[in-house]
């Protein structure tokens, strides 16, 4: 994550005297980054289960959940720039539903799996069309009762979906759309049975792997990888020496499996271990969290280093994220950043780098909400889009804004707190400081189509 972190350039220019500063969009150095809201936080309307966030080619983040507002029915929404909408209609599953995944297309479209209980949980696949929900086949994929659903594509755009076949003694069972029905890959129900947890992920050539918690070995973390017209363990003894809970699988760019989950025989810390070839080794060191971890979520970042989210209970079960540098593991802002305590954290990044994490918020009845790890000044933008110049600079009571056109100007703290909020509606505008403690902070200035942003010391 540090490629994201750039070293501050600060410059002023000196014109008769007076210092002007200008904050160039490039120049942003980690104490100006913080978790926050994409948009509203707490956005669904009642309790949202089952969370699956995806983000979209062109940064645009979704979300889908078990909406308890429409019966537990499956909803999907998406943060248009202004706020978060409902993409097509609300609970637009035939009954309720459970094991939520959301992908997205190379071509910007979005997909869920889940398995609907009005009809018999079996799996069902739907596409967005731009105006409603469509099966992408008819009748499901799946025979009968299914759960713990993963929906993903690989690098060559081919939609796979990993699911528990109840038909076939709850063993994993993987198919693959074929541009008209679904595909096995392999044999139905190919695991030992009493599966659940189940992961897909894909090397760049597009082999698939997947994992799942085999009930009838101890509950431990095990990977399965499809070669040569069959599915084949990666080391048949499995990841964890024992039980484990909340299995998260990616690919790293050196095409080596990886796996997150909560250790029950190591004080239930979370762990991440990668697959060198031969054997399972640790990532880091065995506890990567001082205490207890839920909802462990494991990512790659765009420059190929692990990330990882949890459920932190020595932060109050709120959500702790971090990456692996290649040495050690280092927290991405603060630990527990969020309010309170969360459940069903989906961890996913913007194809410019950008971090977002969904989740349920404890703290209000469970209500979803979505954060960023991103610029204190910007909202859904990714990037500034002009300047403004301050001064003078530093300042004692009062600055001068110089910005193109009109908006609202916020001061912040260097938490990304707001301090002053006031219009913009002259090129000039004067802003009485006197009362802000000495020390530095932020412009943000929000117009209709553009944000401005900048810097100052008050002394």
């Not at 080391?235 to 095409?255: F, K, M, N, P, Q």
């Not at 009109?406 to 703290?413: H, M, P, R, W």
Request: net charge neutral; aromatic share 14%; charged share 15%.
């Amino acid at each position: 994550m540090n490629r994201l972190f750039k070293l501050l350039s600060f410059l002023p220019i000196f014109l008769g005297g007076i210092a002007f500063a200008q904050f160039p969009s490039s120049s942003l150095s980690p104490s100006e980054f913080k978790w926050k809201y994409v948009g509203t936080p707490d956005f669904s309307d009642f309790r949202a289960n089952e969370i699956s966030l995806a983000i979209s080619p062109s940064g645009q983040p979704y979300v889908a959940y078990q909406d308890w507002r429409n019966f537990s029915k499956i909803t999907v929404k998406t943060f248009d720039g202004t706020g978060w909408v409902t993409v097509g209609e609300p609970g637009f599953s035939t009954g309720s539903i459970d094991f939520v995944s959301l992908t997205i297309s190379p071509a910007g479209v979005p997909y869920v799996a889940y398995n609907d209980n009005a009809i018999s949980g079996k799996t069902i696949v739907r596409e967005f069309n731009g105006t409603t929900w469509v099966d992408v086949s008819m009748n499901g994929c799946s025979e009968w009762g299914s759960g713990y659903q993963c929906l993903k594509f690989n690098p060559s755009g081919e939609l796979y979906v990993a699911y528990a076949d109840y038909a076939h003694s709850a063993g994993v069972t993987v198919k693959k759309f074929n541009g008209a029905s679904w595909d096995t890959v392999g044999l139905q129900g190919f695991t030992s049975g009493n599966s659940s947890t189940i992961n897909t992920a894909f090397n760049a050539s597009g082999q698939p792997y997947v994992s799942y918690n085999d009930w009838l070995h101890s509950n431990k973390v095990k990977v399965m990888t499809y070669t040569d017209s069959a599915w084949e363990y990666v080391r048949e003894e499995g990841v964890s020496a024992g039980v484990s809970w909340y299995a998260s699988l990616v690919v790293d760019t050196s095409g080596h499996p990886c796996v997150a989950y909560r250790d029950e025989v190591n004080a239930n810390k979370v762990r991440v271990k990668r697959f060198n070839g031969y054997f399972w080794l640790d990532v880091g060191p065995q506890g990567i969290s001082t205490a207890m971890a839920n909802n462990t979520s494991l990512a790659i970042d765009k420059s190929g280093q692990l990330v990882l989210a949890f459920a932190d209970s020595a932060a109050g079960f709120k959500i702790t994220v971090m990456k692996y540098d290649g040495n050690s593991w280092t927290t991405i802002g603060n630990n527990g950043f969020t309010p309170g305590p969360v459940n069903y954290i989906s961890l996913a990044f913007s194809p410019s780098g950008v971090p977002f994490v969904g989740y349920s918020d404890l703290t209000e009845s469970g209500k979803a909400s979505v954060m960023k790890y991103d610029s204190v000044y910007i909202g859904i933008d990714e990037h500034l889009a002009s300047q403004i110049s301050i001064y003078p600079d530093p300042a004692t009571d009062k600055i001068r804004v110089e910005a193109s056109g009109k908006g609202i100007v916020s001061i912040l703290a260097l938490n990304g707190r707001e301090l002053i909020r006031t219009q913009v509606n002259e090129p000039v505008t004067t802003i009485d400081i006197s009362l802000l403690p000495g020390g530095v902070y932020f412009i943000k200035i929000t117009g209709e189509k553009i944000i401005q942003a900048g810097k100052f010391v008050k002394q």
